[in-house]
């Protein structure tokens, strides 16, 4: 009796073990088939996957090389990932609409590469929309690996975890902007955490600004591609604020709009680019009483897109609409064609 309910307490097991493999196979694959060419090289997925936030938040994450580790274990059975974060300069702001609603601007300026927006609906999180710079995963014409390719779907499979801008169902949004301070390497004994993990963490947990400040003050912060940012944070109250580490410290700086260049006080104040299309954004914001439609906020982004000697400009421009999960979004600077979404 005894031999056979071990048998049947094994083939329970079995039973278990493959239900859950064929699961996680079957979310992988629904993701890949759901990646959609939006416009020249925009493209969408929805993620479907479980992407194993609070595991990785757990383990800490120090550098980019801790995260591929991580990932290739927990999403790719174990190939090898390599991902390809770079330099990059960025203009952010936000304004309130004439209906009393509230809305984020953001231009991604790179050298040129496709861009990927990414829709997750967490099981403990919320829902969010993000933008992931394809070249970051690795995925470019330059290596053959496009979403087109079989490769190119499988990299996608760690679009979670490259996010530079976003927002929630609550109405959170984040964007990040480099810096040309010192790298940030906080060590202060708390888990370790990187940039672009720290923007996916605030997208599926932060319902507000305090709220994901308070998250960012429980980690040691770590630039993800071994250059300092800063996160222009706002939610759908209205509130906006500007996340710096600089000289190691987290700093608040209450804010509208943020560039490149350090805003909060120190010896690194005010070091670094952007200052022209800062100076744009705050006198737009002052003439305007930092009231905006939805349209003049694009043409606001517009005016201070991009373009450098054909190797440098605005990959994208994104206007989120916090109140109504949502967003407007133009690619490489085809403001004459604006694609809008919501769940």
């Avoid at 094994?10 to 859950?20: E, G, N, P, Q, Y």
């Avoid at 991902?83 to 009393?100: D, I, K, R």
Wanted: charge should be negative; hydrophobic fraction near 40%; proline fraction near 3%.
């Amino acid at each position: 009796m005894k031999t056979y309910r071990g048998i049947i307490a094994l083939c329970i097991v079995i039973f278990s073990v493959i239900t859950a493999g064929a699961v996680i196979l079957f979310t992988r694959i629904k993701t890949m088939r759901s990646i959609k060419n939006i416009e020249g090289d925009l493209y969408q997925v929805d993620y479907h996957a479980n992407y194993k936030l609070d595991d990785i938040l757990k383990t800490g994450v120090k550098n980019v090389d801790e995260l591929e580790g991580i990932l290739s274990k927990k999403l790719f059975f174990g190939y090898p990932v390599k991902t390809n974060e770079n330099l990059f300069g960025c203009s952010a702001f936000s304004a309130e609409t004439p209906e009393g609603k509230h809305i984020v601007g953001r231009n991604f300026d790179y050298a040129q590469a496709a861009a990927l927006l990414v829709y997750t609906s967490p099981k403990e999180g919320y829902r969010s929309y993000s933008m992931v710079n394809l070249a970051h995963l690795g995925v470019s014409e330059e290596t053959g690996t496009m979403p087109e390719t079989l490769i190119g779907k499988f990299s996608i499979l760690a679009a979670p975890y490259g996010p530079v801008d976003g927002l929630n169902e609550k109405g959170l949004s984040v964007s990040v902007l480099e810096l040309q301070t010192e790298p940030t390497a906080q060590n202060t004994g708390k888990t370790n955490i990187i940039t672009t993990l720290a923007v996916r963490m605030l997208l599926d947990k932060a319902a507000n600004v305090n709220e994901a400040v308070a998250m960012l003050g429980t980690y040691d912060m770590h630039s993800s591609a071994g250059m300092p940012y800063h996160l222009l944070i706002a939610d759908k109250t209205g509130h906006t604020v500007v996340v710096d580490w600089s000289e190691q410290e987290m700093n608040i700086v209450d804010a509208r709009c943020a560039t490149n260049f350090q805003l909060s006080p120190g010896k690194d104040f005010g070091t670094g680019i952007g200052h022209d299309r800062y100076n744009e954004l705050k006198e737009t914001l002052k003439s305007s009483a930092s009231t905006l439609t939805a349209a003049e906020a694009m043409h606001l982004l517009e005016k201070v897109s991009i373009e450098w000697n054909g190797e440098w400009d605005t990959e994208w421009s994104v206007v989120y609409h916090l109140d109504d999960f949502s967003l407007d979004i133009c690619n490489d600077m085809n403001y004459q064609s604006i694609h809008h979404f919501s769940k």
